[in-house]
């Protein structure tokens, strides 16, 4: 683990600069600063490198608190997402509280999020399990708590983007 300068973060934040989300996809070339970051400490890199890595992460908060700007049609399924977890969820619905046909509402979502509205879909629940199992609840429970069909499914995802089982989670 990683731990920022407090004092900096906080220069950063009283400047009205830096709001940190709760997360950034392996993707996103705004986590660039942060990984050569990691890369650097775990390289075992001299003073000077280190320094200069935290630096740039401080720096990138700036602009990482700039969330991207959503088109309406978009805001509306990512709430709807939200609020309906762990219900059954078709296209045809979701675009409807959209407000939009669902071949446009797709292609938008895809082009401001970053991926379809089932992928995002599946990270929510999967970040929602993670949240779970981290207030006691057993992962052979789970997957009708967060919308899965059954725990194969849940297991098969979750492995995917974490890394692990949700039994060896909370393990680590």
């Known amino acids: 683990m990683i731990t920022l300068p407090s004092d900096e973060v906080a220069r950063v934040q009283r400047e009205g600069r ?17 990984h050569r970051l990691i890369d ?11 320094e200069v890595a935290v ?18 049609p978009v805001r509306r399924a990512k ?10 969820i078709k296209l045809n619905d979701l675009a409807a509280h959209a407000e939009l ?27 929602r399990a993670k949240e779970l199992l981290l207030r006691g609840v057993r992962a052979s429970d ?4 967060v919308g899965l069909y059954d725990q194969a499914q849940l297991t098969r995802h979750f492995r995917r983007l974490v890394g ?9």
């Open 55 to 72: 630096a740039e992460a401080i720096s990138a908060l700036a602009v990482i608190s700039n969330p991207p700007a959503y088109s309406r």
């Open 142 to 145: 789970l997957a009708p708590l």
């Open 18 to 34: 830096a709001v940190a989300p709760p997360h950034l996809d392996p993707d996103d070339e705004r986590a660039a600063p942060f």
């Open 164 to 172: 692990t089982t949700p039994g060896r989670y909370l393990s680590r």
């Open 101 to 127: 046909d669902k071949f446009h509402l797709c292609r938008a979502f895809r082009t401001q999020v970053g991926m379809p509205p089932h992928a995002y879909l599946i990270h929510l629940r999967i970040a």
């Open 79 to 88: 709430e709807y997402l939200h609020h309906h977890l762990a219900d059954s």
């Open 40 to 50: 650097a400490v775990c390289a075992g890199r001299d003073r000077l490198s280190l």
